[in-house]
């Protein structure tokens, strides 16, 4: 196990390299120049090239790549050109708000999900299945754009129980959250239902069918704990998927986090800003991959890694 | 089922909005964040006005209009050469940290701007200040053309007269900064700015909130008449709206969302909301005068005439009038004779029959990606197909279109919108100088047409020398008669002057023209009251 783990965790430097790097070219090849856009309309050709000398701009991609991962090395993720402060603490400010949304949203799609997808599955070809699938469709298709707007105007401006939007209590949380949650609940009530049917059929299952036990606790003690196994590893893989939705949803909402944050440094092209939030997310991504991996032998003990 | 659930949670839970924070409070919005306050950097029409609002020049504007009046100063002097002004400040004003502002925080302001490590967009305001070349090139300590005489007299002296000198002593860049703040700060400074505006920053929570409370010592008497602005920041428009309508908020900093803006004006109750004003912007294509076949000038003419403006002003919702030249209506040297080009589809192909193009030619319009501008684009492609001109749009982010116009014989058209010129001060050269000038001729440049008249280009050096405030009609004629010469050049097809429209709570008052002042953006913030209640 504690092999396992140093593996991935190498792979997973690995990877983060790779990413930086390849944000990185893409940034240089970006056909905009970041001095220019920081001298604005105003500036003489001089300021600008003063400009591009102070940020290091006229360095080689290679060199600047180099003093990128030197200052990276030491927690240093450089200064927002249009901000002026430390990239690191704009993440900060707001990646804690992220971060809640992120767990609101994950509570609100198995919230939504499972039960959905255990209730389809065990009234297979009912009217509740079907309901239940067409609910999923609609939830994994409905823009959260429309849906957030939506919500907010009905439930915060004709019947006003929610903010309009914005931070600072668990009210504020609830709509965005939701909005978050009813794309990945549609997606994992299906997960669930073909999970459970793949394992209903199972030779344990029957057994205990056979034993005579209680169907709800066939369902529930058997059927659903090992049809949870593929769901939670979803979860992990999920991250990705969300920071996407996170971008849309903070938007709408107002939702002080880091997607927010990337939307308006990738407008003006400040480079260190985008950097760092890329940085974050492919680290919130890599994390999520790798506590699939370890969340899977505990719920399935068949599962071990070899040191 | 789950949706009771959620009411019942948000019922227990005590409510954040209702209670508004004091008597005179204002709560105005914003999608994006606010960047940097410090006036040395600050540059885009969200920051602008708050710096405004913090930070003193030694000139400003009459509130709600574009009429200079002396403000830091108590006076000035203009030498008879027109090259050599002289600062009298008031007596006694301080900055928030409690000293008093002496002569010298001016030169060390305007020299911090010129400083290449300041990295200030605003140096290019400051260039023809004698000996400003050669400090921000690092060959002087000083700059020479910034005299400090006593305590509180400061002088300027100019390369060449500049007629709108004045007009950089108003803009921000120029705005009057403590040195020991500044290098207490350092980069910080913009976060925590210290000034000697009507308003001091009371706190600022990154990505949500910036407020802004009453500097009880304003050297102007009665001003501010709001204790406190609350500006709120990443609120998407369409929920500002709804949050205004449901009491929460004063001014939508983002206007009113295109979608809802025909409910807003049929809907008698929300009209009585929205101010109405003018703006110093024109949108316009640029024609690059160095790419053929837009170097026959027969070509940029018919052009100029296949455009239907009023088609185009109906998409942005008749927020707009149809432009017939550069300059816009509200800017001193707007030729209001001027016809402009006719929408003529005939003669433009008659036109374009003459200069060798019978057929018409293909060519590439740029444009900005952000909505509306993708729909004007289309709709200029289609008037131009009309006339046999086949474009090819490419709509690309802003920063993208920027670059491809700077770069010489890239853009062959760019639609300005969402980069079009506002103007930075209110007088005819800043429409000159930055985007239709030979001087601006260097990659990078804002001139995307390319385009340079020698002719035109002494005519407004010499208006620009006429700076003594009785010759100001004369300097009006010249510019009348130089931008005249320009539109027969055609570089641009000015398309509409766009106007501004604000939408602000019943609770606010205060003359109209103070929420659509063309200086202060969204609303003149030390200007405006609220009603009581």
């Given at each position: 196990m504690g092999g396992y783990l140093l593996r991935r965790l190498l792979q997973s430097v690995v990877i983060l390299l790779g990413i930086t790097l390849i944000t990185f070219a893409l940034l240089y090849l970006l056909p905009a120049d970041p001095a220019r856009m920081i001298a604005g309309r105003s500036a003489t050709a001089e300021t600008v090239m003063q400009i591009r000398a102070e940020l290091g701009l006229n360095e080689s991609l290679p060199v600047q790549y180099a003093r990128y991962l030197a200052r990276l090395a030491h927690g240093d993720l450089g200064r927002s050109y249009a901000q002026k402060i430390e990239v690191?603490?704009?993440?900060?400010?707001?990646?804690?708000?992220?971060?809640?949304?992120?767990?609101?949203?994950?509570?609100?799609?198995?919230?939504?999900?499972?039960?959905?997808?255990?209730?389809?599955?065990?009234?297979?070809?009912?009217?509740?299945?079907?309901?239940?699938?067409?609910?999923?469709?609609?939830?994994?298709?409905?823009?959260?754009?429309?849906?957030?707007?939506?919500?907010?105007?009905?439930?915060?401006?004709?019947?006003?129980?929610?903010?309009?939007?914005?931070?600072?209590?668990?009210?504020?949380?609830?709509?965005?959250?939701?909005?978050?949650?009813?794309?990945?609940?549609?997606?994992?009530?299906?997960?669930m239902r073909s999970s459970m049917l793949d394992v209903i059929h199972r030779d344990f299952v029957r057994t205990a069918w056979a034993k005579g036990l209680s169907g709800s606790r066939v369902i529930w003690k058997h059927t659903v704990r090992n049809a949870l196994l593929p769901v939670v590893s979803m979860v992990g893989l999920d991250i990705g998927t969300f920071m996407g939705g996170v971008v849309v949803v903070e938007s709408v909402f107002g939702w002080p986090g880091i997607g927010q944050l990337a939307w308006q440094a990738i407008q003006i092209v400040d480079i260190p800003v985008i950097m760092g939030v890329v940085m974050v997310s492919a680290i919130a991504i890599v994390l999520g991959n790798l506590l699939a991996d370890l969340v899977y032998p505990l719920l399935d003990p068949k599962i071990r890694y070899g040191g | 089922?789950?949706?009771?659930?959620?009411?019942?949670?948000?019922?227990?839970?005590?409510?954040?909005?209702?209670?508004?924070?004091?008597?005179?409070?204002?709560?105005?919005?914003?999608?994006?964040?606010?960047?940097?306050l410090d006036p040395a950097i600050g540059y885009d029409w969200q920051n602008w006005s708050i710096i405004k609002s913090l930070f003193d020049g030694l000139m400003d504007y009459e509130p709600g209009t574009t009429k200079l009046v002396p403000h830091l100063a108590q006076s000035y002097t203009v030498s008879a050469d027109g090259k050599t002004y002289t600062f009298k400040l008031r007596p006694g004003i301080k900055f928030t940290n409690g000293r008093t502002v002496v002569a010298r925080d001016v030169k060390y302001s305007v020299e911090r701007v010129l400083n290449p490590k300041t990295q200030s967009p605003g140096a290019g305001f400051f260039g023809n200040i004698r000996g400003a070349a050669a400090f921000s090139a690092g060959k002087a300590k000083e700059v020479s053309g910034i005299r400090v005489i006593d305590r509180s007299t400061v002088a300027f002296s100019l390369d060449k007269a500049n007629a709108a000198f004045l007009h950089t002593m108003a803009i921000n860049f120029s705005h009057v900064v403590p040195r020991e703040e500044v290098q207490r700060l350092g980069a910080q400074f913009g976060h925590k700015p210290v000034g000697t505006g009507a308003f001091r920053l009371r706190e600022w929570v990154l990505g949500q909130r910036l407020v802004l409370e009453r500097n009880p010592n304003y050297f102007l008497r009665g001003r501010p008449y709001l204790d406190r602005i609350t500006f709120q920041v990443g609120v998407e428009p369409n929920v500002a709206f709804l949050r205004l309508q449901r009491g929460q908020v004063d001014v939508l900093g983002d206007g009113i969302p295109p979608a809802q803006f025909a409910r807003v004006m049929s809907d008698s109750?929300?009209?009585?909301?929205?101010?109405?004003?003018?703006?110093?912007?024109?949108?316009?294509?640029?024609?690059?005068?160095?790419?053929?076949?837009?170097?026959?000038?027969?070509?940029?003419?018919?052009?100029?005439?296949?455009?239907?403006?009023?088609?185009?002003?109906?998409?942005?919702?008749?927020?707009?009038?149809?432009?017939?030249?550069?300059?816009?209506?509200?800017?001193?040297?707007?030729?209001?004779?001027?016809?402009?080009?006719?929408?003529?589809?005939?003669?433009?192909?008659?036109?374009?029959?003459?200069?060798?193009?019978?057929?018409?030619?293909?060519?590439?319009?740029?444009?900005?990606?952000?909505?509306?501008?993708?729909?004007?684009?289309?709709?200029?492609?289609?008037?131009?197909?009309?006339?046999?001109?086949?474009?090819?749009?490419?709509?690309?982010?802003?920063?993208?279109?920027?670059?491809?116009?700077?770069?010489?014989?890239?853009?062959?058209?760019?639609?300005?919108?969402?980069?079009?010129?506002?103007?930075?001060?209110?007088?005819?050269?800043?429409?000159?100088?930055?985007?239709?000038?030979?001087?601006?001729?260097?990659?990078?440049?804002?001139?995307?047409?390319?385009?340079?008249?020698?002719?035109?280009?002494?005519?407004?050096?010499?208006?620009?020398?006429?700076?003594?405030?009785?010759q100001a009609s004369a300097r009006e004629a010249k510019f009348r008669e130089a931008y005249r010469m320009i539109m027969n050049d055609a570089p641009w097809i000015p398309i509409f002057h766009e106007k501004r429209y604000t939408m602000r709570s019943a609770r606010m008052s205060g003359q109209v023209a103070l929420f659509v002042d063309p200086i202060h953006i969204p609303v003149h913030y030390d200007e405006v009251k609220r009603t009581s209640q």
């Open positions: 690191t603490e704009l993440l900060s400010s707001r990646i804690g708000a992220t971060f809640l949304l992120m767990l609101g949203g994950i509570f609100f799609e198995l919230l939504i999900g499972i039960p959905a997808g255990i209730l389809a599955a065990v009234r297979r070809r009912t009217a509740a299945d079907q309901s239940v699938m067409v609910g999923a469709f609609l939830g994994v298709s409905a823009p959260q754009f429309v849906v957030g707007l939506l919500l907010l105007y009905i439930l915060a401006y004709k019947v006003p129980v929610f903010p309009l939007g914005g931070f600072g209590s668990l009210t504020h949380l609830i709509l965005p959250a939701f909005t978050l949650g009813i794309a990945g609940g549609g997606w994992y009530a299906r997960v | 089922m789950l949706v009771v659930v959620l009411v019942a949670i948000a019922l227990v839970t005590p409510p954040l909005w209702g209670q508004s924070s004091g008597r005179t409070s204002m709560v105005v919005t914003f999608k994006d964040d606010i960047s940097t109750k929300l009209s009585r909301l929205v101010a109405v004003g003018d703006q110093l912007q024109t949108g316009y294509v640029t024609i690059n005068t160095q790419v053929p076949p837009f170097t026959d000038v027969r070509v940029r003419r018919a052009l100029n005439m296949a455009i239907d403006k009023q088609r185009i002003v109906r998409i942005i919702n008749n927020r707009a009038v149809p432009a017939k030249q550069v300059l816009p209506p509200l800017m001193p040297g707007y030729d209001r004779e001027y016809a402009g080009y006719p929408f003529d589809r005939e003669q433009a192909k008659q036109l374009l029959a003459e200069a060798g193009h019978p057929n018409g030619f293909s060519t590439v319009l740029y444009a900005n990606n952000t909505d509306p501008n993708p729909r004007i684009a289309q709709a200029i492609q289609q008037d131009l197909a009309a006339i046999g001109v086949k474009a090819e749009l490419k709509t690309l982010a802003q920063s993208t279109v920027i670059e491809a116009g700077g770069t010489k014989g890239q853009a062959p058209l760019i639609w300005s919108g969402g980069m079009a010129w506002i103007a930075d001060y209110p007088d005819a050269n800043n429409f000159y100088w930055p985007i239709l000038s030979c001087a601006a001729l260097t990659p990078g440049t804002w001139n995307w047409a390319w385009y340079c008249n020698q002719t035109v280009e002494k005519m407004v050096e010499e208006a620009d020398a006429l700076v003594q405030s009785s």
